[in-house]
Nanobody, 113 residues
């Protein structure tokens, strides 16, 4: 129901923009976010944004990543700049609602020269 796109292979210092769009209707969503999971590690928060555009970032991505949303498309985006090899992971989109959390299938981001 949540479709991520925009992942891929990029060199260190490069940029990528991830997109997440719903394929169906979601109700009572109060926040959207991006999480990531690297091999052998737990899934971790990258960034979140509320319906009032309050944002929160992991310390490791502050100043490099920017989360935004589009009301008309009910979509959420993650602009990633100055990418580092340690950013390599599967990135997941999340919609948080009063009825539960919804996850996308994930998109692979690989930062390597």
């Amino acid at each position: 129901q949540l479709m991520e796109s925009g992942g891929g292979l990029v060199q260190p210092g490069g940029s990528l923009r991830l997109s997440c769009t719903p394929s169906g209707g979601f109700f009572s969503v109060y926040a959207m976010g991006w999480y990531r999971q690297a091999p052998g590690k737990q899934r971790e928060l990258v960034a979140t944004i509320t319906l009032t555009d309050v944002t929160n970032y992991a310390d490791s991505v502050k100043g490099r990543f920017s989360i935004s949303r589009d009301d008309a498309e009910n979509a959420v985006y993650l602009q990633m700049n100055a990418l580092k090899p340690e950013d390599t992971a599967v990135y997941y989109c999340n919609f948080a609602s009063t009825t539960g959390g919804y996850w996308g299938q994930g998109t692979q981001v690989t930062v390597s020269s």
